[in-house]
T-cell receptor, first 113, second 113 residues
Framework: DVKVTQSSRYLVKRTGEKVFLECVQDMDHENMFWYRQDPGLGLRLIYF???????EKGDIPEGYSVSREKKERFSLILESASTNQTSMYLC????????????FGEGSWLTVV | AQSVAQPEDQVNVAEGNPLTVKCTYSVSGNPYLFWYVQYPNRGLQFLLK??????LVKGSYGFEAEFNKSQTSFHLKKPSALVSDSALYFCAVRDIRDDKIIFGKGTRLHILP
């Protein structure tokens, strides 16, 4: 089975801190995604990557950056956390090609105080 | 730009009754369509997908969905609801010309004993 692992399930950070959310997938997938989930807003795409060192902005990239130095790892970075970034963050991966299924991690709950 | 609409925030169904969760989409080209389910404090789990072929797609846990191109809909259905089906359901669309996958806002399904 495909496994997408988000190393931190629950984090509490202070305003202004730099935050790293790590995601690792074990199936050699080309494409990886970061979404945030908020009640009533569903999943919103922050960034995605279709190859190592490649990244594309999603719908809400402001306040975030990403890093993909290795194919299996896709990191989301909050340079200076703010309270409005308190949310559930979901990482996902999908093989290249068409019609494939996207696989999700278990999510990271981030609270910024 | 592609988009997905789930017009109902919540659906209540009595156990044993049929259920429908609605989804409509908009893409420029041919769509790939997905349904996912989320249980509390978990990531999203894949239920089923439509890529091409038969308009009626069968998936996990007895769910099925019908692709209707003229109405641009992909409603999720189950003939007989179980209390354990209570969860948050997301519809998603991927344009075959794009790597992005866009999710709806989600529909919370309550199955009443």
């Amino acid at each position: 089975d495909v496994k997408v692992t988000q190393s931190s399930r629950y984090l509490v950070k202070r305003t202004g801190e730099k935050v790293f959310l790590e995601c690792v997938q074990d199936m050699d997938h080309e494409n990886m995604f970061w979404y945030r989930q908020d009640p009533g807003l569903g999943l919103r795409l922050i960034y995605f990557s279709y190859d190592v060192k490649m990244k594309e902005k999603g719908d809400i990239p402001e306040g975030y950056s990403v890093s993909r130095e290795k194919k299996e790892r896709f990191s989301l970075i909050l340079e200076s956390a703010s309270t409005n970034q308190t949310s559930m963050y979901l990482c996902a991966s999908i093989p290249g090609g068409t019609g494939n299924t996207i696989y999700f991690g278990e999510g990271s709950w981030l609270t910024v105080v | 730009a592609q988009s997905v609409a789930q017009p109902e925030d919540q659906v209540n169904v009595a156990e044993g009754n049929p259920l429908t969760v609605k989804c409509t989409y908009s893409v420029s080209g041919n769509p790939y369509l997905f349904w996912y389910v989320q249980y509390p404090n978990r990531g999203l789990q894949f239920l089923l997908k439509y890529i091409t072929g038969d308009n009626l797609v069968k998936g996990s846990y007895g769910f099925e969905a019908e692709f209707n191109k003229s109405q641009t809909s992909f409603h999720l259905k189950k003939p007989s609801a179980l209390v354990s089906d209570s969860a948050l359901y997301f519809c998603a669309v991927r344009d075959i010309r794009d790597d992005k996958i866009i999710f709806g806002k989600g529909t919370r399904l309550h199955i009443l004993p």
